[in-house]
Structure formats: C-alpha cells, structure tokens
C-alpha cells in the first residue's frame, strides 16, 4: 500500500468527552413497540372488514408520553456482578444522574462516591462513561448505532450485543484523593472488585511476582486467615486468582495453586491485625501504583515491524489495548499482555485525523501519539506512532478531558469535561498542526517537542514509528516501514 499523508489537522478546540469499553453492568429493557406509534385496527362497518386508521397527532403525543411514564424494572450491576434492582416511575425519561443518586442511597454509601463513581453502558463491545444529563434508555436503545460508529464489529456479533448499565469507578476521579481519603469498607470493597477484575483479565499488566502478591491479599479478603488444614493447594482455582497467562503450570515454578498457597500464607503473616477494611486497603495501596489504574480502555491496531522478508509479506496489525487515565496513555499488546508505550501528558502531544477515503470499507481514523526520542544519540528527534482504530476520536476526547483536568481548567466533575486547549502543550499541538497540513503540501514531518523528557517505557522494536528531527523534517528508516498511512 503506498503511504497516504494524513489530511490537515481538525481544529484544537476540545471536543465533549465520549467515553470508553468493559463489562459487567446494568440491564434495561430495550422496547421495540415503537414507543406507542404502533397504528390500531378499527372496524369501519359491518362489512367492509377491518381497516388502518392513522391516530391523530394528539393521540400519538398522549400515547407516546404514556408509555414513556411507565414503570421501568431497573438493575444496576457492581463490579463483583452482583446488581441493584429497583422500579423507576418514568424510567425510560430518567437521567443517568438521578439513577445515580438512587444506587448510592440504596447502597448506602458516603457523600464522597457521588463523585467517585458513576453510571457506565458497557457491554464486550463498548463501554461508555454516561454524563449527568444522559438518558439510560436511550443509550440503550441506540446501541447498535454507537456500535457501528465506534466498533469494527459484524452485523451479527451487534445484533447480539447486550449493553448494561454498571457502576463503576468514574475514570475522571483524581487518584491522589482516592488514595488519600477514600476509607469507607463500602466504598473499598466496590474499588476492590473492580481492581481484581482489571487485574484477572489483564488489563492492568504487572509483573508475576505483583499479580501472586495480590493473589494472596484476595485469598485473605476473601478466605480469611491461611489455615494449613484447609487452604490447601487443592482449595484454589488458579483462574480466580491470577491473570490466565500466569495459570499454566511449568517446570521452571511451582504450580499456581502452589504458589497461591504460599502467598496466602505470607500476606496472612504479614497483616497483623486482620480485619476486612485493611486487607482491602493494602489490595488498593498495591493498585494504585499501576500506572493504568483508573484507565479507560480502548480498543485499536498499529503496524507491526517489518520480519526477514521486509516488504514482501505483508504482517497483519498489532491488536493493542489504548489505555487512557488521569496521568497519561499506555498501549498495550492485547494478545502478549505486554505494555508497548507508556507516556505522561507531560511527555507527549497528540492529533486525531481521518482518512481521505472514509467511506471506504476497512479504512480506519487514526490517532497520531507523538513523543521525545528516547536513546541519547538522537535526543533531539521526536518518533510519531500511528494507533488506527474506529474509536481514536474518543481517544482524542479522553486524552484532552483528562489534561484539561490534571491542569485544573475545568473541574473534575463527569459532567464537565468539554472546552479549550492544554496550555502546557498548545504551542507543541500547533506545530503538530502546522507540520500535519505541511505533510500534504510539502511532504515535511512534525517538528520536535521543546523538551528531551524520555517516555517513561518504550518497546521500540515492537513499534512502527515515524522519526523527524528536530527540524521538523522526516527522517529515513530503512528498517522499519514509515506509519505514515491510514488503514
């Protein structure tokens, strides 16, 4: 394919944040009646046989806000999937914010988890963080629309997708208060859940010894003190305990039930006093060290390196995981589990852009991650990484959410998230801008970042990138393909 120069830059204005994808959540009814439109069958003498009258626009107003009143029977799924049912008078007219405030009250939760969770649609599909203002049910029933817009889905898996409504941590909630004043063993024990299962299916990759350390902290929370009669190996079912890739067994260790054992042993050595409270504490202190901690995750591709054979074989994309939370972007190899790129806000700039060709089948919006070389020799060189994926504009939105945030330019609340531009980095995103239109007249590059701040990791023989040096200019790699494309 030859390389295609991305069209200019769309404008710097922030755009009103679109959330991200998960599971586990809330179920409401999608009703397909046409929301009381449906034409009733009248007869219209006694042998002319039954006849379609079309109801009077007042009839179809009344019919329509009647059924719209209606009681809805609402649940709410928790993290651990457990659910909150109740019935809501006027559901399908009730707002994300005032189910909200229902959970926490049934729930009976401090003030604080007003703001540190929030109401998600999620399904394997997407996950969207819904706003204050949003309606639930409509959501829901546009579903198969956002799935076309945003997921690279077939027809059949969006006909079987089934959205549900979750409570959940609100990914906009700064983590530093969380560490700081979050003590309630409701709240913990909500944090906790999610954690384990973000820690279980790999989305907070950790190293062995982290994931068998936690491993023992949920044994206590949730099998109390080690007892040597009764928590055997046996007892444990390594999948409930570790990330699937650390549960199949080796020579080079123990079993996993093994050394799950054994860290249930040494973390109930460790705690001296045990009580709930702690032993959730101490999973949330190891947590929040995990620099994807409170992510919202994406789903996207980038080019693979090229092999032996260079050119002629053409490789088939990286799937990646783009992980995007309050402090930075992560990406992350969905199949290896590995983190390819971790950047702070501080350390990158970042441009989203759609193909020339978008109405073609397979042709996939991008999103431009730019960053400060990393190896001394070429300091001064920044690298430009292209993530190609349907649902890049939302990564755009959370990206510029979040620093807007971590500035203090708006306030951390889910439903403040629009407006203006990173100071810290507007100058940098204007010449991203300039370079980007420069691409399709001239054929330059980006122009370098003002500072040589290296990323914080990066796997550059797993990365596709693109290098200009710090005059802004496009250097050549005989090694690698340039990313420079849309797919």
């Not at 007042?58 to 059924?67: D, I, P, V």
């Not at 945030?405 to 204007?430: A, F, M």
């Amino acid at each position: 394919m030859d390389d295609i120069a991305p069209p200019n830059a769309p404008s710097i204005l922030m755009k009103t944040y679109k959330p991200p994808r998960a599971e586990n959540t809330l179920v409401i009814p999608v009703d397909h009646s046409g929301d009381g439109r449906n034409m009733s069958r009248v007869s219209t003498g006694p042998s002319s046989g039954p006849h379609l009258q079309i109801p009077s626009p007042g009839y179809l107003a009344a019919a329509q806000s009647k059924n719209l009143m209606k009681g809805l029977d609402v649940c709410v799924f928790l993290a651990d999937k457990s659910g909150v049912e109740f019935k809501l008078e006027g559901g399908k007219m009730a707002t994300a914010q005032e189910m909200h405030e229902l959970v926490v009250e049934l729930l009976e939760l401090p003030p604080m988890a007003r703001d540190l969770f929030a109401l998600w649609v999620v399904s394997p599909l997407l996950e969207i963080q819904l706003k204050p203002h949003h309606v639930p049910f409509r959501v829901v029933q546009q579903w198969p629309d956002l799935l076309l817009k945003y997921s690279s889905a077939s027809n059949k898996e969006i006909s079987l997708d089934e959205p549900v409504l979750l409570f959940r941590r609100n990914v906009f909630f700064p983590k530093n208060k969380e560490m700081r004043e979050v003590r309630a063993e409701e709240c913990l024990r909500l944090l906790y859940a999610e954690a384990k299962y973000n820690v279980l299916e790999g989305r907070y990759p950790c190293s062995a010894q982290d994931c068998e350390a936690l491993a023992g902290l949920q044994a206590v929370a949730e099998n109390g003190t080690y007892d040597s009669n009764r928590h055997k190996p046996s007892f444990f079912k390594p999948e409930q305990y570790l990330p699937g890739h650390l549960c199949k067994s080796s020579w080079l260790r123990a079993r996993p039930e093994e050394r799950i054992a054994e860290q249930h042993r040494l973390a109930s050595a460790k705690l001296n006093v045990i009580s709930t409270q702690k032993v959730l504490k101490k999973y949330m202190e190891l947590v929040w060290k995990l620099p994807m901690y409170g992510s919202a995750f994406f789903v996207g591709q980038i080019e693979r390196p090229a092999g032996i054979l260079g050119t002629w074989i053409q490789n088939p994309d990286i799937r990646v995981v783009v992980a995007i939370n309050a402090q930075g972007v992560c990406i992350v190899d969905k199949e290896k589990n590995e983190i390819l790129l971790l950047l702070p806000f501080e350390k990158l700039s970042w441009e989203y852009a759609e193909p020339p060709c978008r109405k073609k089948e397979g042709c996939l919006p991008c999103l431009f991650v730019q960053f400060q070389a990393c190896d001394r020799k070429h300091s001064d060189y920044t690298r430009l990484l292209q993530v190609f994926s349907k649902q890049a504009i939302m990564m755009d939105a959370m990206i510029e959410s979040s620093v807007l945030l971590k500035t203090g330019s708006v306030p951390n609340t889910p439903s403040s998230c629009t407006v203006l531009i990173y100071p810290r980095l507007q100058d940098v995103r204007e010449r991203l801008n300039s370079a980007l239109r420069d691409v399709v007249d001239k054929g330059a590059g980006p122009s370098a970042l003002t500072s040589a701040i290296p990323a914080m990791i990066t796997k550059m023989e797993r990365l596709v990138v693109s290098t200009f040096d710090s005059q802004g200019e496009r250097m050549k790699d005989g090694c690698k393909k340039q990313a420079w494309r849309f797919r």
